[in-house]
T-cell receptor, first 114, second 110 residues
């Protein structure tokens, strides 16, 4: 079945540590997105990528980094510069960005601070 | 004020009841997305619509572009419908980015 796989489901970070969240899709989608979800707030866009080797900052990119070396993969690194990383992170993809294509979501990764 | 507002924030119902969740937005949009977030956190796309009405099983979504309002209806609700329902819009001026509402938490009791 085609879909989006996020791993791990739960992740713990120590102070000063970088952690990387994995997102893989086999939908042959061009566009991929990373969102952060906090209680009582709507999803907020961290980074998005429209094609391989290209990505753009979203609304809350500070303290995060991404890469898009392969079409199917869009890993997110939460760096030590992100002072409040505890949140639920969701990856999504769509056939292309723009032209209001529906987005397909993974099951998320819950990141907590030790 | 959020650009996408949902009401109610929380909703409880008895099995079999008709459910309505509302979404109002303040920006011009190209389309609107209704999403369902399961208790485990995964999100499923329910509908994407830019005009009129769509139906899938017991779910019905309507949109009124002039009034900047959409509704999601669930007929004959069931406990398995318990989830968070999220409204998101594609703004006309930037179709790359969805703007999300904060969600409506629905609990359906047997």
């Amino acid at each position: 079945d085609g879909g989006i796989t996020q791993s791990p489901k739960y992740l713990f970070r120590k102070e000063g540590q970088n952690v990387t969240l994995s997102c893989e899709q086999n939908l042959n989608h061009d566009a991929m997105y990373w969102y952060r979800q906090d209680p009582g707030q709507g999803l907020r866009l961290i980074y998005y990528s429209q094609i391989v080797n290209d990505f753009q900052k979203g609304d809350i990119a500070e303290g995060y980094s991404v890469s898009r070396e392969k079409k199917e993969s869009f890993p997110l690194t939460v760096t030590s510069a992100q002072k409040n990383p505890t949140a639920f992170y969701l990856c999504a993809s769509s056939m292309s960005s723009g032209s209001y294509q529906p987005q397909h979501f993974g099951d998320g990764t819950r990141l907590s601070i030790l | 004020k959020n650009e996408v507002e949902q009401s109610p924030q929380n909703l409880t119902a008895q099995e079999g009841e008709f459910i309505t969740i509302n979404c109002s937005y303040s920006v011009g949009i190209s389309a609107l997305h209704w999403l369902q977030q399961h208790p485990g956190g995964g999100i499923v796309s329910l509908f994407m619509l830019s005009s009129g009405k769509k139906k899938h099983g017991r779910l019905i979504a309507t949109i009124n572009i002039q009034e900047k309002h959409s509704s999601l209806h669930i007929t004959a609700s069931h406990p398995r419908d318990s989830a968070v329902y999220i409204c998101a819009v594609f703004p006309t001026l930037n179709t790359d980015k969805l703007i999300f509402g904060t969600g409506t938490r629905l609990q359906v009791f047997p």
